[in-house]
């Protein structure tokens, strides 16, 4: 024998993902490859007197998850100890958040800044009540009146702020928000506290930016929930000049940095694919192709640990904003827009063709942040006239989101071999509350997994932490079940897709948006060594167990880095 294996798996379900979603029984790790997938028998030669041998004991395993929309900074920043948490279940309602910034002030040193993260107007009671009750700065002025408070919202598309925090960046009635941006006003004209899209970096510029060791510890962090889950690989969409402005700048260009350090140390304990983010929103075309150009694309030394993938636009907002481009009206009216420059839509339209367009023939992979069907229509006509006025071999480029998928994006999405990254944990979640927004029907359809999976788009599926917590298991929960959080209810049965669909999602199809579909996502013979131990039987569980199937082991490249059978 020339090399023993440094890990031999028996006894259980090992669900390879590959073409046929075959099923095995034992696997086997050498130097951080799979060298052997089999029975008992196939691997039993493979195990020396150094080799571990692991008795699945009727356990699944699984290629490592691929959590393919994450941000793994802002996720780290937007949760305890970093940020004070005000998402639910933590808090259930407007006082409950008075409550948890009132003890906050208690400990937070004069003057900082108080922040939290994750509020949730379909999960807190006095919204739910009344949906015209939107959060306000007199809710947390009656417990901070002197320290300025910072709330993002879950989706981290909305801010919410006391008036001492208005009062600092200069806030008031004559403030006038950017483009795509909004400063919400009550009926006299006066802010209310609430800043949305674009405008939320009135108040995010003038926050202290993160430095070098907060982003390090918001990235560890992250990175040891994510063993904890199983996950092994994820996309951190959009890092660069454009994220400046948001959560202090988690997503700005010094991250990366962080990154390499962390990978030069030996600490980076997933794989790290980036989506570089040249502007933010509201930007012209001219403005983004000048700072696209200007962007240190620098790969680093281990493209298959920390890879630069492509770049990140921003076409629209999100639907509980109504700030999604829509081809019919929201609930009460306005169907959104595009959030790049230009002052009518032709010219909006016009300038996201542009942007895409330079983003391509320049060579690079493009991830769309699009939510709105009207939106996502334009871009995957952009996509395509982009590839047809420079063709090059398969340029993946993908929407992101792509909440309201037409047939028509669709089957120009699956001509042209792009992708589709969908958010069933972010499904899950606002199933109940985007019926006040876009209908009954509407908001059922949303993220329609069956119908794109049948047109023939490749879908990846992703977190968007900290807009939801990155656990897969619920997501592939909520693509076999389509229930919602809140109620229970079922949201658009005629979505549903099967479990293999499923997990697909979450590891072969990733891999593909990663460009590495050939070296990882499944395991086979050859490829890396990313595995997630799944206690109990996958297969045969009950839809609604999933959630609670605990992770017992987690590999990366061959070496464990996560282990509850030795803890």
Request: overall charge negative; glycine content about 12%; aromatic content about 6%.
């Amino acid at each position: 024998m020339d090399a023993y294996a440094d890990l031999v798996f028996v006894g259980g379900r090992v669900v390879t993902v590959d073409a046929e979603f075959s099923v095995a029984s034992a696997l086997a790790v050498t130097g951080g490859i799979i060298s052997a997938v089999g029975s008992r028998d196939d691997v039993a030669p493979l195990a020396g007197p150094g080799t571990r041998v692991v008795d699945l004991r009727g356990a699944t395993l699984l290629p490592g998850i691929n959590d393919s929309h994450l941000h793994g900074c802002a996720f780290g920043m937007a949760t305890p100890p970093l940020s004070l948490d005000v998402g639910h279940p933590a808090v259930s309602s407007l006082a409950d958040v008075a409550a948890a910034v009132r003890e906050a002030v208690g400990r937070t040193p004069e003057g900082e800044w108080i922040t939290g993260h994750g509020w949730d107007t379909g999960y807190l009671d006095e919204c739910v009540r009344d949906p015209s009750r939107l959060p306000s700065r007199h809710d947390l002025d009656a417990v901070s009146p002197d320290r300025p408070v910072v709330l993002y919202s879950f989706s981290g598309h909305a801010t919410w702020v006391n008036s001492k925090a208005l009062e600092l960046v200069g806030i008031d009635r004559r403030t006038v928000a950017p483009p795509g941006g909004a400063v919400v006003v009550d009926g006299a004209g006066e802010p209310t506290g609430l800043l949305q899209e674009g405008a939320q970096a009135l108040v995010q510029n003038a926050l202290p930016p993160l430095g070098r060791r907060e982003r390090t510890d918001a990235v560890r962090s992250t990175l040891a929930t994510l063993a904890r889950l199983g996950v092994t690989s994820y996309t951190e969409p959009g890092l660069g000049p454009g994220g400046a402005g948001i959560m202090r700048g988690a997503l700005g260009a010094e991250t990366l940095d962080v990154y390499r350090r962390l990978l030069a140390d030996g600490e980076l304990t997933a794989r790290v694919g980036v989506l570089l983010l040249p502007t933010g929103m509201a930007s012209t075309a001219e403005e983004f192709a000048r700072a696209l150009d200007a962007l240190d694309e620098s790969r680093g030394t281990d493209p298959r640990r920390l890879a630069i993938l492509g770049v990140k636009i921003f076409a629209d907002g999100i639907v509980p904003n109504r700030t999604a481009w829509m081809h019919e009206p929201y609930v009460g009216g306005g169907c959104g827009s595009l959030c790049v420059g230009g002052e009518t839509d032709a010219e909006r339209v016009a300038e996201i063709g542009a942007m895409i367009r330079h983003a391509h023939a320049a060579g690079h992979q493009l991830g769309v942040h699009v939510t709105g069907d009207r939106a996502i229509d334009t871009v995957a006509d952009s996509f395509a006239a982009a590839v047809a006025g420079h063709p090059r071999p398969d340029p993946r480029h993908y929407v992101i989101h792509g909440d309201f998928l037409t047939a028509h994006s669709m089957e120009v999405l699956a001509a042209h071999g792009f992708g589709v990254n969908m958010n069933p944990t972010i499904k899950w979640t606002v199933a109940d509350m985007e019926e006040a927004f876009v209908g009954p029907g509407r908001a059922a359809y949303a993220w329609p997994y069956r119908a794109a999976l049948d047109a023939g788009v490749r879908v990846a599926s992703g977190s968007d932490a900290p807009v939801t917590f990155p656990d897969w298991r619920q997501g592939v929960a909520t693509m076999v079940l389509r229930e919602s959080k809140a109620a229970g209810r079922v949201s658009g049965p005629e979505q549903r897709i099967g479990l293999a669909e499923a997990v697909r999602t979450y590891t072969i199809d990733a891999a593909w948006q990663d460009f590495a579909d050939d070296w990882k996502g499944s395991l086979e013979p050859g490829k890396v060594a990313d595995l997630c131990v799944l206690d109990g039987d996958l297969l045969t569980a009950d839809p609604h167990d999933i959630p609670e199937m605990p992770v017992l082991l987690t590999v990366v490249d061959g070496r464990v880095v996560h282990d509850a059978l030795r803890d």
